[in-house]
């Protein structure tokens, strides 16, 4: 067998012939590392013979014709994959070390295996009585599915062949895993991508789920290369702040469903809970109305999610002054408190801005400006908002209010929550929902400033 040697960057998978400081695909630093590749001769050899595809049409009977979907009854994980695990499928889940990925999917695990589903739990990162333990402090000891440790992908591969009747196997995580035919160590690029891969060919074989763990690197990415994404048929990401006990459950891309769904659960001493009302909990530290915060009625995937906004905008010594943002984009701030100022008279430059969300929430909707805007406004006048009250809208460089979609759930989601008053733009058509609110219509921010009070 020829052996040659390659550079292989960590972060994005490039080759390069020779080694470099700095990735020139990705421009990572310090990420190229050398790997010993050992050309298979059968390929060169192989390379001649090919045969003719055969060809099938849409409306052929497909396979998975009736496809009983793996329900766990963990409900937000339910929802998040789209409704249930598929048979057959490959998932990856990321998330930060000690966020509970192993949590999750161990009781996972037993949930399905209680469902009748054959499931094995494969570690490469703690042994067989580490996981026991935390199955006993879960509560789960009297579950039936198997466990191992194992970090040779050859062997699993070979094992799901020969189990015809397994239907899901778990591997925690696939950065451990390694094919012995591969002189690189486990954890880079070449390894993970070919454990991968004779991971899923073996398991799509047997029509046996795949479920990865994956490590995520400092700056949130999957660690190894981006292709180990493309590889599998959904991504998610186990997210959460480590001083709040808040995990949430995103969907990435989903090959099977919609990839907009999230699931809220709370970690404690025995275990993930899962939260069917996460507005009650994000609110539920929300004691009294001070001066520069606000509450976002917001959408997450079908669901929605009511947030509290918190905004402190002081004074600054500096010469370019403080914009730290937790949980929101920073880019988008920039843009408000630009709108806020030019537009409106809003004093703000020479100022440090500090902008978060409350209970560790990350939001990603731009109906999110308003509620944001509210709060700006309210810490700089430093007068409360009005109590109970919501707000909702998206902003325009104009500093005109847009429409954002499914107002009418963000409402009903309010008043369930014994909000009084939402502040929100007009909407384009009457909308006949009956509801208990009182709505306050903004066209623009002058107008919201307006409303509250005027800046003084
Ligand atoms: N006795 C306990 N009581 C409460 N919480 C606990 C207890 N033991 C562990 N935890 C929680 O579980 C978390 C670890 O969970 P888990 O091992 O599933 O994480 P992980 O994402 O798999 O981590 P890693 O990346 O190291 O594999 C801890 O950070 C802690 O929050
Ligand atoms: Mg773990
Ligand atoms: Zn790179």
Redesign the pocket.
């Known amino acids: 067998m020829a052996k040659n040697t390659q550079y292989h960057c960590q972060q994005c998978g490039s080759v390069t012939p020779k080694w470099v400081g700095r990735c020139e695909a990705c421009s990572a630093w310090n990420s190229i590392v050398e790997e010993q590749i050992s050309s298979r001769p059968s390929l060169a050899k192989s390379a001649k013979s090919g045969r003719k595809i055969e060809f099938s049409t849409l409306e052929q009977e497909s396979s998975k014709q009736g496809l009983v979907r793996m329900l766990s009854g963990i409900s937000e994980f339910d929802r998040v994959t789209g409704g249930g695990i598929v048979p057959g499928s490959v998932l990856l889940i990321g998330?930060?070390?000690?966020?509970?990925?192993?949590?999750?999917?161990?009781q996972l695990a037993c949930k399905l295996s209680h469902n009748q589903t054959q499931t094995v739990y494969i570690t490469g990162?703690?042994s067989a009585d580490q996981v026991r333990l935390?199955g006993q402090?879960l509560g789960l000891k009297d579950s039936q599915i198997g466990i191992a440790t194992a970090t040779n992908a050859s062997d699993i591969a070979e094992t799901i062949r020969r189990s015809p009747e397994l239907e899901l196997l778990i591997i925690?995580?696939i950065q451990t895993m390694y094919l012995p035919a591969l002189d690189s160590s486990p954890g880079t690029v070449s390894q993970v991508r070919a454990s991968a891969q004779e991971l899923i060919q073996a398991a799509k074989a047997n029509d046996t789920a795949l479920i990865f763990?994956g490590?995520v690197t400092k700056d949130g990415a999957i660690a190894g290369p981006r292709v180990l994404e493309h590889m599998v048929d959904s991504v998610l990401h186990?997210e959460g702040d480590?001083s709040h006990?808040f995990r949430i459950l995103r969907g990435i891309k989903n090959r099977f469903g919609a990839t907009d769904e999230i699931g809220v659960f709370e970690?404690?001493?025995?275990?993930l809970q899962q939260i069917s009302n996460p507005s009650e909990l994000f609110l539920a530290e929300r004691t009294h109305e001070v001066a520069g915060t606000a509450v976002f009625a917001g959408i997450e995937g079908s669901r929605p999610l009511l947030v509290e906004i918190e905004a402190l905008v002081a004074p600054s010594s500096l010469a370019s002054p403080r914009r730290n943002v937790v949980g929101w984009e920073s880019s988008r701030l920039a843009m408000l408190t630009a709108v806020l100022e030019a537009r409106c008279g809003l004093p703000l430059s020479g100022r440090d801005i500090f902008l978060n969300v409350a209970g560790g929430m990350k939001i990603q909707e731009p109906a999110a400006d308003l509620a944001v805007a509210a709060a700006l406004i309210s810490s700089v006048t430093t007068r409360p908002l009005p109590s109970r009250s919501v707000f909702f809208g998206e902003v325009a460089l104009s500093a005109e209010i847009r429409q954002v979609s499914q107002a009418d759930q963000r409402l009903k989601e309010s008043e369930k929550l014994g909000f009084e008053r939402a502040y929100l733009p007009k909407p384009r058509k009457r909308t006949n929902v009956k509801l208990g609110l009182e709505l306050s219509y903004a066209e623009n921010f002058s107008e919201l400033i307006d409303i509250l009070g005027g800046i003084s």
């Open positions: 998330g930060d070390p000690g966020i509970g990925k192993s949590t999750l999917l161990l990162e703690e935390r402090r925690d995580s763990v490590h186990f480590r006990h970690m404690t001493a025995a275990g």
